[in-house]
């Protein structure tokens, strides 16, 4: 009789091995982003991450916030592209700039890496993204889970989440309670799609126009691949930094929805936002996606941010400040609207005019 060998987790598709492998190559750059609160506070490998809260004295009532969110469909065009290490910028900029919407210091994130079969260098270069991302918000990355699904993901596939947790004293929390008429909408651009809309994106150049990700493309000075890879700005600690120089009454972070849509998420029903279009020119990747799949501008603003990635809404007193603190943090902003009593609208926030 022929002896038959004995399944394991190994012939099932699961390496345990490469994940071990993965997690050592990714902790030198997890250890750059340590706070204070987390320095000599167990190491990446153990089964949760610790945040000393006691360290947070200068908040006399802290109020806790927490956001989770993911990169989307822009991840298969990193796949595709052999490039993994700026994803994590997009995960880490979805995630803490949905925190400082309400004014809260992102203090630290955890991610979640689900992939087909692990690749210990692509696993750790991710890593290495998310880190990078965690540096620029202030935050430390405390820990993670790589997950290997065989049969169910191909080899190549993979999916990035992330969940954050900041902080906010009680009585600072920002949003549509504070803002009054006469309040201006001030406008921070994006560094170009950021992370949403990759859906229609995806479907409009490659399905439609059949395009290829190493054209190059002259409006964009790079290939079409390279510019729908820029990852994503991240604002938290530009806009940390406006409410600590200058009153500021909300923000909004215009993400999936497009802009008009996130930005009625934080005006009071009372109130209404005006964004006028002529204040900015979005970029030719938006003219791009608009031109080559006969997409219609309302259905481009539900779905993109049209160049703009981060609402301040700030007491007419404030603007020049605010401005000027932007302006010296390297974000391009522009008073792009105002707030008005609410009369005949019938949504929060509406664009009007034409883009410049």
């Known amino acids: 009789m022929s002896e038959t060998t004995g399944a394991s987790y190994a012939s099932a598709g699961v390496d345990i091995e490469a994940g071990d492998r993965a997690v050592e190559l990714m902790k ?79 203090l630290f994130m955890t991610d979640y890496i689900c992939v087909g079969k692990v690749h210990p260098e692509r696993v750790a270069a991710i890593v290495k993204g998310i880190a990078e991302g965690c540096v620029l918000a202030g935050c430390a990355l405390v820990g993670g889970e790589t997950a290997e699904h065989p049969g169910l993901l191909g080899a190549d596939d993979f999916d990035v989440a ?112 005006t964004v006028d279009r002529s204040t900015w020119t979005p970029g030719p990747v938006f003219d791009l996606v608009g031109k080559a799949g006969s997409v219609e501008r309302l259905e481009l603003e539900k779905t993109l941010n049209m160049g703009v990635g981060m609402i301040a809404v700030v007491p007419e007193g404030s603007v020049d400040v605010a401005l000027a603190t932007l302006a010296d943090r390297g974000v391009d902003a522009w008073v792009a609207g105002e707030i008005t009593e609410r009369g005949d609208h019938t949504t929060g926030a509406t664009l009007t005019g034409d883009y410049a």
């Open 28 to 106: 030198e750059w997890v250890k750059k982003t340590q706070r204070p609160e987390t320095t000599g506070l167990g190491g990446l490998g153990g089964f949760a991450g610790l945040f000393d809260a006691s360290a947070l004295k200068r908040y006399e009532r802290p109020l806790l916030a927490s956001a989770t969110d993911g990169v989307g469909t822009k991840v298969d065009l990193a796949r595709k592209l052999g490039v993994y290490d700026t994803i994590g910028h997009d995960l880490v900029g979805m995630v803490v700039d949905d925190l400082v919407v309400c004014g809260a210091e992102p």
């Open 162 to 273: 992330g969940a954050g947790t900041g902080v906010v004293e009680a009585d600072r929390v920002l949003g549509a309670d504070r803002i009054r008429s006469g309040d201006v909408v001030l406008a921070m651009a994006s560094s170009g799609l950021h992370s949403n809309g990759y859906s229609l994106v995806r479907h409009v150049l490659f399905d439609r126009a059949k395009m290829s990700l190493d054209e190059q493309v002259a409006e964009f000075g790079r290939t079409l691949g390279e510019e729908l890879l820029e990852p994503t700005r991240i604002y938290s600690l530009d806009c940390l930094a406006l409410t600590r120089t200058t009153e500021v009454h909300a923000f909004s972070h215009v993400t999936g929805g497009g802009l008009a849509n996130n930005l009625a998420r934080v005006i009071p029903d009372d109130l209404h936002a």
